[in-house]
């Protein structure tokens, strides 16, 4: 069965820092892989997806995550954190069928 | 556009009694899944339906229902309600042509006491 799992239930940065959450997958077929971000009180939002098409993907709000085949890691990254990262990042993989699989989460804090 | 819309967006219930949670899709979108959140379990798939039809269901008892109507409005009930289906319930809709890109509603956050 496809899965993910994402290191790090909670991460701590600074302003300014470079932000590093980590997801690696499980499947034995090429899967779609995301990163959804959920803010306090709302549902999630995509912040970008990988199908394939470049190993680099580039998403919303400055997030980008490269796909390492050799690695079977999906990692998300932003140079640079600003206070509204501030939540919950999750990773999945699509499964068939709109269904998802997501990871446990990762909370991203950041100070100033 | 309008997104996907949730109510109600709190329910408190007691134990073994039976709720319904409503979702409207985003206009044109046919499929339309359910998803479990809680501390505890995280994200957990529910169903999705399509025009109508469930097409996968999770690991939940059969307790867990749901149902689609032809404008693509979906409902979702729980009967005989345990404490542990005190959770926040998330609705999202697509189109097929979006390859699992799935658009959610703030959700219902279910209490049961």
């Known amino acids: 069965a496809q899965s993910v799992t994402q290191l790090g239930s909670h991460v701590s940065v600074s302003e300014g820092a470079l932000v590093l959450l980590r997801c690696n997958y499980s499947s034995s077929v090429p899967p779609y892989l995301f990163w959804y971000v959920q803010y306090p009180n709302q549902g999630l939002q995509l912040l970008l997806k990988y199908t394939s098409a470049a190993t680099l993907v580039k998403g919303i709000n400055g997030f980008e995550a490269e796909f390492k085949k050799s690695e079977t890691s999906f990692h998300l990254t932003k140079p640079s954190a600003h206070m509204s990262d501030a939540a919950e990042y999750f990773c999945?993989?699509?499964?068939?069928?709109?269904?998802?699989?997501f990871g446990t989460g990762t909370r991203l804090l950041v100070s100033p | 556009k309008a997104g996907v819309t949730q109510t109600p967006r709190y329910l408190i219930k007691t134990r073994g009694q039976q709720v319904t949670l409503s979702c409207s899709p985003i206009s044109g979108h046919r499929s339309v899944s359910w998803y479990q959140q809680t501390p505890g379990q995280g994200l957990q798939f529910l169903f999705e339906?399509?025009?109508?039809?469930?097409?996968n269901k999770g690991n939940f008892p059969g307790r867990f229902s749901g149902r689609q109507f032809s404008n693509s409005r979906s409902e979702m009930n729980v009967s005989t309600l345990e404490l542990g289906d005190s959770a926040l319930y998330l609705c999202a809709s697509t189109r097929t042509d979006l390859a699992g890109k799935l658009f959610f509603g703030s959700g219902t956050q279910l209490s049961v006491l």
């Open positions: 339906y399509f025009s109508e039809t469930q097409r």
């Open positions: 999945a993989v699509s499964t068939g069928f709109q269904k998802l699989v």
